[in-house]
């Protein structure tokens, strides 16, 4: 059994997958199985990635390289990748990113030093002007309502996993590929013993203006929304399921106005307020007793509400 596992979703990243690939080599772990899937990406990414390996003898042991016959998609192509491991532990990292040479042992020595289920670190978020800042994790104890209120990253590849947590048989998969980290995620802590921080910033999350998580049309932008609702709703199943429905419902309910909130730039006509209303109906009355948004959000949804909100952007616009 390897120490960790790393499952790295493989598509259109020739731009940057010789940087990922080179800190994942160049680990100081000595025992990392890597399990790399192809998800039909039409460029260079897979040649790459060979190319380098090659250049890390040492690791070629230690490498899994899946082929999806047809493009599945993030989610689906890392649960495929979830099902081939065999590490103690289990991480993800995105292929346009990279991570410091020392990360690996890090999370490995601090989660097995305290005996934790999971363990996260802290990382640096690269936008595209090549700033980096570091993102500071929030002090409430409560990862549960900080993730869903997203006062700390949702994601998954700033987390080591125990496997057997990973590979519950009831685990429940995203149902799309837009904020689909945070299904998982949230899964894992509810299942977790035990689980701890390790301050330090290990991680470069690259903010790639070409990745999913960007829009390049208000089209886009809706389908994308969409996307997010089915994981929210799917998330509701989890905590009904872990009977944490009542107690995390206020996070729910603002969890839940973040995909709104990612729809504001395509309400540019009253006609479209209707897509606003539309996304999460459940809570178009209940978000306005919710603590955790802002009177502007207030207000924006008030707006929107009266078909206000169009004609309100048009006026600051002509400002």
């Known amino acids: 059994?390897?120490?960790?596992?790393v499952v790295i979703p493989i598509y259109k990243v020739e731009k940057y997958i010789e940087k990922c690939c080179r800190s994942l080599f160049g680990q100081t772990l000595d025992d990392i199985e890597y399990v790399f899937i192809d998800d039909c990406s039409p460029d260079r990414s897979i040649d790459i990635l060979l190319s380098t390996l090659n250049e890390f003898p040492n690791r070629i042991k230690d490498v899994i390289i899946l082929r999806n016959k047809d493009n599945l998609g993030v989610s689906k192509t890392r649960h495929k990748g979830i099902g081939v491991t065999s590490g103690e532990y289990v991480i993800h990292c995105d292929p346009d990113d990279w991570l410091e040479v020392t990360a690996y042992e890090k999370l490995?020595?601090?989660?097995?030093?305290?005996?934790?289920?999971?363990v996260s670190c802290d990382f640096f978020k690269v936008d595209e002007l090549g700033l980096i800042h570091k993102n500071q994790d929030s002090s409430h104890?409560?990862?549960?309502?900080?993730?869903?209120?997203?006062?700390?990253?949702?994601?998954?590849?700033?987390r080591l996993v125990k496997s057997s947590i990973v590979k519950k048989s009831d685990i429940f998969y995203p149902l799309s590929d837009m904020a689909e980290d945070l299904v998982l995620v949230l899964q894992y802590y509810i299942n977790a013993s035990s689980y701890g921080e390790l301050h330090e910033p290990l991680y470069y999350y690259n903010t790639n203006p070409k990745s999913i998580s960007y829009f390049e049309s208000l089209e886009k932008l809706i389908i994308q929304a969409n996307e997010m609702a089915k994981n929210k709703q799917l998330?509701?199943?989890?905590?009904?399921?872990?009977?944490?429905?009542?107690k995390y419902s206020k996070e729910i309910i603002a969890n839940k106005f973040f995909d709104k909130r990612w729809i504001l730039p395509a309400i540019v006509s009253v006609k479209n307020c209707s897509l606003w209303l539309n996304i999460h109906r459940d809570i178009n009355i209940s978000l306005y007793t919710c603590p955790y948004l802002s009177m502007k959000d207030f207000l924006t949804s008030f707006l929107v509400e009266l078909r206000l909100y169009p004609l309100l952007r048009k006026v600051i616009r002509r400002r």
Not at 1 to 5: A, D, L, P, T
Not at 108 to 118: F, W
Not at 141 to 154: E, H, M, P, V
Not at 236 to 244: D, E, H, T, Y
């Open 141 to 158: 104890d409560d990862i549960l309502k900080k993730l869903l209120i997203s006062k700390t990253q949702g994601a998954l590849w700033n």
């Open 108 to 118: 490995y020595s601090y989660a097995k030093k305290n005996e934790l289920d999971i």
């Open 235 to 246: 998330i509701v199943s989890i905590f009904i399921k872990a009977n944490l429905h009542h």
């Open 1 to 5: 059994m390897h120490k960790i596992s």
